[in-house]
């Protein structure tokens, strides 16, 4: 079975570069060619469109032609093609060779480290955490058993996993939990991938660029290709490409026209994509765009900055919607480079004094933030909120305002900025990129006056300074508490790597040969922060009631082993050979920072799931006895609408593709007038009474939410056309429901169950053609329905068992008890009777 994942997750991500590449394959070879993409960032631009556009594609081969075998064979030889009629752009030379090689032999270790301390370590299979992995599971299983992808079960993009993933599920028995596994890995392949594309752009040197890949590799944190992740990673790849133009021909791209050009021409594709607020149309505005460059014929300059300017941006938002976002940062960024650019080639430089300033006021106000926010946490200072002010942005940009309880208040305040860039970033890479910096000023005090008049060293300053300065200033913009602005998090890193990468290489490495002090300092210093951090913050914890301590359990063989290697590593830093102390210097930073970004992933694992219970050996929110029971639902009940706690149902849903009666995007934004009629529902199931009361007031409560059922269910009941779904926008304005249901149940007479009964019959149709409301009992739902207005339930799997006489009750009750295990029975509600 692992084999065949293994093989079919290849496929996956080769059908997916495939398709994008016949995309690409519009424009004229030659204007690919004069846009000097380098053929690693051929191929990332290549993927980032084909993993958007192989789902609406498939979306719209299923609205035509109902067989799930020849939506494959189209997908698959659309790609075939991509892949033939570009190689010739994007094949490696005989030159390329050790290249290859030498990523080979950096990203798949790299790539495993991460996989583990990201999600390996704290998972047993078949136990995992799928909770973001919903959605797309959910879509992908229903489109494997129907041949049909649901339009309306994206939001504002359509996912990049679940069309391809089902399809394969429906012809290739692809089993979508190892499929969560292996995923994984090559979706950190793929950011290390992208990190290569952007050192390309920055460096020519190679011994930089692979110091900076490097960095950059030790320092992801993202363990998971999601439609936000994409758009980010492809952000930093499009700076790359930008950085990239900047250092070829100064005397033709550098001019201010062709700034202009890319500039006005990445905003022109974010004003249409914002008026055409449709993915399917804006994968088609991209190819007619493409085939209009085809038709101009011959290639010129003007025309391969227009490739680059409206091809990227479009990419990056048919990913997702957020790179409307991280477009704007990234060319802020670059003009930012060229700016310290031109005025660090000036003689004397006007702006250095500024620049000096700008790298000490910067981290003094991040730390200022943090330090304020930490404040408020403790009741010191009075909490701020700036909400009002962000939801006029939210409301032009997004169509929504931010309101309590949804998604964009989640993610929005200086508090959960703060916890988010603070996990990313670390402690040991903030404090001693900071170090660095003030090292490097200390020494370019003392250097002599005419070592900055080299345009190769003004060059490296200037690079410094910038990724420094533009680094720190959006740090700073994301600590702001603009919503989900610290998503930025991947470009704030890479601009970082590029930092320590200047920074250890003119302290520590372009000196020649380098001072064996300087390297001992450097390489003490450090491994002595990572040992204390790790020895006792991150593996040993001095209060055990702390929600983090258990967590610690998981990762701390590794830590340790980690930290003697560190150690082992520090002597090779003073050896006289340079590629030897060289190499031995970046392997010291390199997996300080791993460790410290593992460590910190520990510790940060409440944040997100509470204290982990006794006993537990995953991070986890299903058991066994939930997989028995999606399987028996899969298996058993083809067409069942689903009823329970948003935990299980959630689950329930991903591993068997059934509707459900209400929707959410995550655990914490479920609707509370929403929530408190489900609750009401499960209530009648639960509690003891007369049945038929009981099951007259479940049909009360349930005709009003069948009457507004969700578009997503509705359409796989087969009542609304794909088309529709495809064309519909991904910006609405509609508020969510506020309103709260009655408090107690109404009245129930004879006219009014005859009038439920018919609205229920006429919903769930009549002989092979209906449908059937089913609910999903565990004692985590019989919690759930206790709770009050914002409480939650812990994250982790109930411990406790349904009692025997509870399920003997169902069986005799009126609600028919179709299955039952030791923890979770499923329940038919017969209100069509």
């Known amino acids: 079975m692992w084999m065949n994942t293994l093989l079919l997750t290849f496929v996956f991500f080769l059908i997916q570069l495939g398709t994008g590449l016949s995309i690409v394959a519009l424009a004229p070879r030659e204007l690919i060619s004069a846009s000097r993409l380098t053929k690693v960032q051929f191929v990332v631009l290549g993927y980032a469109i084909g993993a958007s556009a192989v789902g609406i594609l498939l979306g719209l081969f299923s609205a035509l032609v109902g067989d799930l075998r020849l939506h494959l064979a189209i997908m698959i030889s659309l790609s075939a093609f991509g892949l033939v009629w570009t190689w010739p752009v994007w094949r490696p030379r005989t030159g390329d060779a050790r290249q290859i090689m030498l990523w080979l032999l950096l990203a798949l270790p790299l790539a495993l480290v991460t996989w583990w301390w990201t999600f390996g370590a704290f998972s047993s299979f078949p136990y995992s955490d799928i909770g973001a992995d919903v959605h797309w599971m959910k879509t992908a299983q229903e489109y494997a058993d129907s041949g049909v992808v649901n339009p309306y079960a994206s939001q504002s993009y359509v996912d990049l996993r679940s069309a391809l993933a089902g399809a394969l599920a429906g012809t290739c028995n692809l089993d979508l939990l190892h499929f969560g596994w292996t995923y994984r890995y090559v979706s950190i392949l793929f950011f290390l991938l992208a990190f290569y594309a952007f050192a390309q752009g920055v460096y020519s040197d190679p011994s930089r660029k692979w110091i900076a890949f490097f960095f950059a590799g030790a320092g992801n944190g993202i363990g998971l290709l999601t439609n936000g992740s994409l758009a980010v990673a492809g952000s930093v790849v499009f700076l790359g490409v930008l950085l990239g133009k900047s250092g070829q021909d100064e005397k033709e791209d550098l001019r201010a026209g062709s700034v202009a050009l890319l500039i006005l021409s990445a905003v022109t594709s974010l004003f249409l994509a914002f008026m055409l607020n449709n993915n399917a149309l804006l994968l088609a505005l991209l190819a007619v765009g493409l085939l209009l460059l085809r038709l101009q014929g011959k290639a010129h300059r003007r025309g391969s900055l227009l490739f680059i300017g409206c091809v990227w941006p479009a990419t990056l938002l048919l990913a997702h919607r957020g790179s409307y976002l991280h477009i704007p940062a990234v060319l802020g ?76 208040f989640l993610g929005a305040g200086p508090e959960v900025a703060v916890i988010e860039l603070g996990r990313a970033v670390g402690p040991l890479f903030a404090i001693c990129i900071a170090l660095a910096m003030a090292w490097w000023w200390i020494n370019r005090a003392t250097a002599s006056p005419g070592t900055a008049s080299d345009p190769t060293q003004t060059a490296r300053v200037s690079k410094l300074l910038w990724s420094w300065t533009i680094g720190c200033g959006l740090a700073l913009a994301a600590l702001s508490g603009f919503p989900f602005l610290y998503r930025t998090t991947m470009i704030v890193l890479s601009l970082l790597a590029i930092t320590a990468t200047e920074a250890v290489s003119q302290l520590l490495i372009d000196p020649s040969p380098a001072s064996l002090r300087r390297r001992a300092s450097a390489a003490f210093t450090f491994t002595l922060l990572a040992a204390g951090l790790v020895l006792t913050v991150y593996t040993f914890t001095w209060r055990p009631d702390l929600p983090s301590s258990r967590y610690q359990d998981f990762i701390r063989p590794a830590e340790l082993a980690g930290l003697v290697l560190l150690a082992a590593l520090v002597p090779l830093t003073l050896i006289r050979s340079r590629r030897i ?40 929110h299903y058991n066994a006895s939930d997989l028995d029971a999606a399987r028996w639902l899969h298996d058993n009940l083809k067409k069942g609408i689903l009823l329970s706690d948003p935990y299980t149902l959630g689950m329930i849903q991903a591993l068997t593709g059934a509707p459900a009666a209400y929707m959410f995007s995550n655990l914490d934004t479920v609707n509370e007038a929403l929530a408190k009629r489900m609750r009401t529902v499960v209530s009648t199931i639960v509690e003891p009474g007369d049945g038929a009361l009981r099951l007259a007031e479940a049909c009360t409560t349930i005709r009003p939410l069948l009457q507004d059922i969700n578009q997503e269910t509705y359409f796989q009941m087969g009542r609304s056309d794909a088309l529709s779904g495809i064309l519909r926008p991904v910006r609405t304005t509609k508020a969510p429901e ?45 919690e759930w329905i206790n709770l009050g207005a914002g409480e939650r339930l812990p994250y982790f799997p109930p411990t406790t068992q349904l009692e025997s006489e509870f399920i003997k009750s169902l069986r005799a009750g009126p609600f028919q008890a179709l299955y039952a295990n030791k923890q979770t029975a499923i329940v038919r509600i017969p209100c069509e009777r």
């Not at 439920?756 to 009992?777: C, S």
Request: with cysteine; net charge neutral.
């Open 738 to 782: 506020t309103a709260a249901p009655q408090a107690t149940a109404p009245e129930v007479s004879d006219a009014t169950e005859d009038a439920d009964r018919d609205v229920v019959q006429n919903f769930l149709g009549a002989g092979q053609d209906t449908w059937q409301l089913v609910a999903v009992i565990n004692p985590r739902t019989i």
């Open 333 to 408: 960024a670059w003009l930012g480079y060229l700016l310290i650019l031109h005025e660090m080639s000036r003689r004397p430089a006007r702006t250095l004094s500024l620049l000096r300033a700008l790298s000490i006021v910067l981290p003094l106000a991040l730390g200022a933030i943090v330090a304020s926010v930490v404040a408020m946490r403790l009741g010191y200072l009075p909490a701020a909120n700036a909400n009002a002010i962000f939801s006029h942005i939210t409301g032009l940009v997004l169509g929504r305002t931010i309101q309590s309880g949804d998604e964009l």
């Open 581 to 620: 102390h060289v190499c031995a210097l970046a392997a010291v930073f390199g997996l300080g920072v791993i460790l410290d970004r593992a460590g910190l992933a520990s510790m940060s694992k409440s944040y997100s799931y509470g204290a982990l219970p006794a006993g537990a050996t995953a991070v986890t």
